[in-house]
């Protein structure tokens, strides 16, 4: 996964825009961007300026001192900046980086912009693009006796919380990435917590900057068409989880929290998407919703996800039925390679997804 970002960010010089590279704490985003990704870019040649225990006002020196320093025919200079949230006008640090033909800027920040800056939104948006960094959990994938999947990480514990968020963090948890409205959230929380629910709302909104929650919209895989009122809080780790629960889990639900942080990782726009359909009970007809399938948007392709254990077992007929025009992919624990199978779904083995990414190419 690193020599994915590596390489990933290494394509992104010289677009014109600040890249920032986020996730939760103690991930290794630090050791990573001053230590791997600064060799890397010593490496082909690249002129590197550590910003560390720099105000804002020395930036503007510093690039002009190197500036005179630069022989012609040399590479761009690239910036290294430390959360850029430290600084009291964070958003000209973005401006730095945005519509420059010399300067590439790369900044680490424990928190998600998009949340801390809401306010900038409107001036910062197209000047910066995000890469998510999760923790290591794809290099380590272990399977449990119990067949399912679990990652083993023990950086991640409930320490990192605020304690007064530690009620609602186990409420959020307990849906395991399913939709989910604010009273949904209520109804969880211990009978001696009383919440209103702005209060939720805004300790939500705590979480997700800090990251370790990632909200996801719900769509109608119809049309496209967003939809209000339910949303999904994907967990960035399933370390807050414990290990019982993680072994007695479903593998729908654990595999759409990995799947779901691993197309974050690889720049994928994730959504819930919700279909109707007709299964029998009893022989009748009945009118059903799904709430729990992942759409994945990029570069207007649009893909919707199912997930069933095994391509042989209990095979979901009905997802043939579901009315789309986005492709279909049903991610399974079964171990050959991907190919399309019945009414031109695409069966993809999960493992090969989580070390590698979606790769469709091929098929």
């Known amino acids: 996964m690193i020599k994915e970002l590596t390489d990933k960010l290494l394509s992104s010089c010289g677009n014109g825009k600040t890249k920032i590279i986020y996730g939760p704490k103690k991930a290794g985003k630090h050791i990573f961007l001053f230590n791997v990704f600064s060799k890397c870019l010593l490496d082909n040649s690249f002129t590197v300026i550590d910003t560390r225990g720099k105000h804002i006002s020395d930036l503007d020196k510093l690039l002009q001192d190197n500036y005179s320093e630069l022989t012609f025919g040399s590479a761009h200079r690239i910036l290294l900046v430390d959360d850029p949230l430290f600084y009291e006008c964070p958003e000209k640090i973005i401006d730095l980086g945005?519509?420059?033909?010399?300067?590439?800027?790369?900044?680490?920040?424990?928190?998600?912009?998009?949340?801390?800056?809401?306010?900038?939104?409107?001036?910062?948006?197209?000047?910066?693009?995000?890469?998510?960094?999760?923790?290591?959990?794809?290099?380590?994938?272990?399977?449990?006796?119990?067949?399912?999947?679990?990652?083993?990480?023990?950086?991640?514990?409930?320490?990192?919380?605020?304690?007064?968020?530690?009620?609602?963090?186990?409420?959020?948890?307990?849906?395991?990435?399913?939709?989910?409205?604010?009273?949904?959230?209520?109804?969880?929380?211990?009978k001696d917590t009383s919440l209103a629910l702005p209060s939720i709302a805004k300790y939500i909104n705590m979480l997700c900057e800090d990251c370790f929650f990632t909200t996801v919209e719900r769509i109608d895989v119809k049309n496209g068409m967003p939809l209000t009122g339910k949303k999904c809080y994907i967990p960035s780790?399933?370390?807050?989880?414990?290990?019982?629960?993680?072994?007695?889990?479903?593998?729908?639900?654990?595999?759409?929290?990995?799947?779901?942080?691993?197309?974050?990782?690889?720049?994928?726009?994730?959504?819930?998407?919700?279909?109707?359909?007709?299964?029998?009970?009893?022989?009748?007809?009945r009118y059903a919703v799904n709430n729990e399938t992942i759409v994945l948007r990029k570069n207007d392709q649009w893909f919707i996800l199912f997930f069933r254990e095994s391509v042989y077992s209990d095979y979901p007929h009905f997802y043939t039925n579901v009315k789309t025009f986005m492709q279909k992919i049903l991610i399974t624990y079964d171990s050959f390679k991907n190919y399309y199978h019945d009414h031109g779904i695409i069966v993809y083995p999960i493992m090969p997804l989580l070390i590698g990414g979606l790769k469709l190419n091929g098929i």
């Open 98 to 190: 945005a519509n420059s033909g010399s300067i590439d800027v790369f900044v680490i920040s424990d928190k998600n912009i998009e949340y801390s800056l809401a306010d900038k939104m409107t001036l910062l948006r197209g000047r910066y693009e995000l890469f998510y960094f999760p923790y290591p959990m794809f290099e380590n994938l272990d399977p449990l006796s119990t067949g399912g999947l679990y990652y083993g990480s023990d950086l991640f514990s409930f320490d990192l919380i605020d304690k007064k968020l530690l009620p609602l963090t186990k409420a959020i948890l307990s849906f395991k990435g399913k939709p989910c409205s604010l009273r949904d959230i209520q109804s969880k929380l211990p």
């Open 237 to 285: 780790t399933l370390s807050m989880y414990e290990h019982e629960l993680i072994v007695k889990m479903d593998y729908e639900d654990l595999a759409g929290i990995l799947t779901t942080n691993r197309l974050l990782f690889d720049g994928w726009n994730l959504f819930s998407g919700v279909y109707h359909y007709q299964p029998t009970f009893l022989n009748k007809r």
